[in-house]
C-alpha cells in the first residue's frame, strides 16, 4: 500500500510539473522572449479555461434548475389544489372545536391538498413527456427549451412516483386516524396522545398489510423462501404493494371509463341546452305590443286625454312630450332588433353547437375503440411488446406517432378525454353517490375518501394509457418494473374488457331512448287493443258464480 501511494505521489507531481513546465514555455513564447508579456498571456490562460465547462459545475447547475422547476411546478399544483379543497370543505360554524381538532383539521387538509396536487401531476406525466418529445423534435437546437431534457422527464416520473406511495400508503391514513384518534385512555389530551395512537394504529395496519401480501404472494408464486423475502420492504414489499394498488386502481379505470363515456353525453347536453338563453314566443309577443303601445301613443299626443299605458314601469310615464315619445319608441325597437339577433345567434348556436359537440365526442370515443381494438390485434399476432420494459429516455429523437406532431396532439386529447370521463363515470356509480363531493358540504372523511380514490384512479392513467395503447410512450421509473404488465393474458384482458364495456355502454346510451319509445308505442297499442275488445265483449270477464262455472265446463 505504501509502495502504491507514493507511486500515485510521484505521477502526480510529475504530471503537475509539466504542466508548470508547458505554462512557462508558453508564457516565455508569448512574450517578447523575456518573459515581459506574462500578465496578458496569464488572462488569456484563465479566459480559455473559463470558456471550457466543467463536467461537475454542468451536473450542478443542471440538477439546480431541475429541482426549481420541479419546485414550482408542484408549488403551482398545490395552490389549485388548495383551491379546490377549500371550495368541498365543510365548514360548521355551529359546532365549537377545540384546539386539537383544529390542528388535526388543518393537517387534514394540507395533506389532501398535496395528495390532489400529486393526482394532478399523475394525470399530466404523459401529456408533458409526449408534448416535450415533439417540442424538441421541431426546434432542436433551441436555446430556449435546453432545459427541456430526458434528465427532467425522468426525474419527474421519479418524483411523482414517490410522492403516490407516500400519499397512499402513509399521509392519507395518518389523515384519517390522526382526525378520528382521541388519545390513549388515562393519558392527557393533547396532540401528542393523538400522534402517538396514530401511529400505534398504522403500525398495526401496516402490520396486517404484511400478513395480507404474504398470503397473496404466496399464493401466486411457489417459491422457496419467500418468508424472508416479506421483510425486504425497498425491494419487494412497497413494489408488490402498489403492484397490486395500480392493478386496483386499472380495474376502477376500465370499469368507469366506459360509463364515463356514455355518460358524458348527457352531461354535455344538459349543459349546452341550458347555456343559450332564448326568446319565448310569449315574450315576444309581450314586447311587440309594449312597442305597439308605444307607437300608438306618439299617434295620440296630439288628443286631449292619452290612452292608459300598456309599457312597463321603466316606460310608464305619461306626460312626455312627442319629440321624447319618438325618442324613446326608437330606442325600444333598436332593443327590440339587437335581442332578435341575440336571440336568433344564440338558437344558430345551440342547433349547430350541439350536434357538434356530439360529433366530437363521438369520434374521440371512436377512435380511443379503433386504438384499442388495434392494441388488441398487435398483441395477439405479436408484433407489439408488453408495456413491461422500461428503457432508456431518450427525448427528441422520434416522433411517438405515425402521424408526427398531429398525431402526438391527437393521443395528448385521448389521454385527457380518458381522465374526464374516467372521473365523471366514477362518479355516476351508484355505490359513489353517497361521498360524492357537493361544494361547501363534503365533510373530512369523505374529502379524505375522495382524494385517495382519486389519487388512485391518476396513478393508474398511465399504466392503462400504455396497456390499452392509446400512448407508446414508454412508462419511466418504476412505472415500467410493475409485475402484472409484464402478464400476457391480463393485458390481453384489459384491452378486450374495455372494449366490450365501451361498445356495450354506448350501445345502451343510444338505443335506450328508442327501446322506451318502442315499449311506451307496444304498451299503447296493448292497451288500445284491449280496450277495443272489452268494448266488443269479447274479454268481458265472468259476473258470477255460474257464468265462473259455465267457464269451467266448457
Known amino acids: 500500500m505504501e509502495k502504491d501511494t507514493r507511486r500515485h505521489t510521484v505521477i502526480d507531481f510529475d504530471s503537475q510539473f509539466d504542466v508548470f513546465q508547458d505554462a512557462y514555455i508558453f508564457l516565455w513564447r508569448a512574450g517578447d522572449g523575456e518573459g515581459h508579456n506574462w500578465k496578458s498571456s496569464l488572462s488569456e490562460i484563465a479566459m480559455d479555461s473559463d470558456d471550457e465547462p466543467d463536467i461537475r459545475e454542468q451536473m450542478f447547475h443542471n440538477t439546480v434548475r ?10 403551482a399544483l398545490y395552490l389549485l389544489s388548495i383551491l379546490v379543497i377549500r371550495y368541498y370543505f365543510k365548514k360548521d360554524r355551529s359546532i365549537h372545536l377545540d384546539n386539537e381538532d383544529i390542528v388535526a383539521h388543518r393537517v387534514a387538509i394540507w395533506i389532501c391538498s ?98 395480507i401480501i404474504y398470503l397473496i404472494f404466496s399464493f401466486l408464486h411457489e417459491e422457496k423462501y419467500i418468508f424472508y423475502r416479506i421483510f425486504n420492504l425497498s425491494d419487494f414489499y412497497l413494489p408488490f404493494l402498489y403492484s397490486c394498488m395500480s392493478f386496483l386502481g386499472v380495474l376502477f379505470l376500465l370499469i368507469c371509463t366506459p360509463v364515463g363515456c356514455a355518460k358524458l353525453f348527457s352531461v354535455v347536453g344538459d349543459i349546452m341546452v341550458k347555456s343559450y338563453p332564448r326568446l319565448t314566443p310569449d315574450d315576444y309577443f309581450k314586447r311587440k305590443l309594449e312597442l305597439e303601445a308605444l307607437q300608438h301613443r306618439l299617434s295620440c299626443t296630439s288628443s286631449f286625454k292619452l290612452p292608459a299605458p300598456l309599457t312597463p314601469t321603466w316606460l310608464n310615464r305619461t306626460k ?145 394509457s400504455r396497456t390499452l395503447g392509446i400512448s407508446n410512450f414508454d ?50 297499442g296493448w292497451n288500445f287493443l284491449t280496450t277495443a275488445c272489452n268494448k266488443a265483449g269479447l274479454l268481458r270477464a265472468p259476473s258470477n258464480v255460474e257464468d265462473l262455472d259455465d267457464h269451467k265446463t266448457d
Open 475 to 524: 412508462l419511466l421509473g418504476e412505472y415500467g418494473r410493475i409485475e402484472w404488465l409484464g402478464n400476457f393474458y391480463l393485458v390481453l384482458t384489459a384491452n378486450l374488457v374495455f372494449v366490450a364495456a365501451l361498445v356495450l355502454c354506448l350501445c345502451y346510451k343510444f338505443t335506450d331512448p328508442m327501446k322506451r319509445e318502442l315499449m311506451h308505442c307496444l304498451k299503447t
Open 320 to 464: 312626455l312630450s312627442p319629440s321624447e315619445l319618438q325618442d324613446e319608441c326608437k330606442e325600444y325597437e333598436q332593443s327590440m332588433k339587437r335581442l332578435e339577433k341575440k336571440s336568433w345567434i344564440s338558437l344558430m348556436q345551440r342547433y349547430m353547437s350541439h350536434p357538434g359537440v356530439m360529433l366530437i365526442l363521438l369520434v374521440l370515443t371512436g377512435m380511443a375503440t379503433l386504438m384499442v381494438m388495434n392494441n388488441t390485434l398487435l398483441l395477439l399476432v405479436g408484433v407489439k411488446a408488453l408495456p413491461v420494459t422500461s428503457k432508456q429516455l431518450n427525448l427528441g429523437i422520434t416522433s411517438l406517432s405515425s402521424l408526427g406532431p398531429i398525431g402526438a396532439v391527437i393521443e395528448v386529447i385521448l389521454i385527457l378525454y380518458l381522465i374526464l370521463t374516467s372521473v365523471i363515470g366514477f362518479y355516476s356509480l351508484p355505490f359513489v353517490s353517497s361521498i360524492r363531493p357537493k361544494p361547501h358540504h363534503t365533510p373530512m372523511t369523505h374529502l379524505l375518501a375522495n382524494c385517495t380514490i382519486l389519487l388512485l384512479l391518476s396513478s393508474a392513467v398511465p399504466l392503462l
Open 114 to 211: 398535496f395528495s390532489v396536487a400529486i393526482s394532478l401531476g399523475a394525470s399530466l406525466l404523459l401529456p408533458i413527456s409526449i408534448i416535450s418529445n415533439e417540442i424538441l423534435l421541431l426546434y432542436p437546437k433551441s436555446y430556449y427549451v435546453q432545459w427541456l431534457n430526458s434528465s427532467l422527464i425522468q426525474g419527474l416520473w421519479n418524483i411523482i412516483f414517490l410522492f403516490t406511495n407516500i400519499n397512499i400508503f402513509l399521509l392519507l391514513p395518518f389523515a384519517y386516524f390522526f382526525t378520528e384518534a382521541e388519545g390513549f385512555e388515562r393519558h392527557k389530551k393533547g396532540i401528542k396522545t393523538r400522534i402517538y395512537e396514530t401511529c400505534t394504529v398504522l403500525a398495526l395496519l401496516a402490520t396486517l398489510l404484511m400478513g
Open 66 to 75: 431541475e429541482n426549481i422547476i420541479f419546485l414550482l411546478f408542484f408549488l
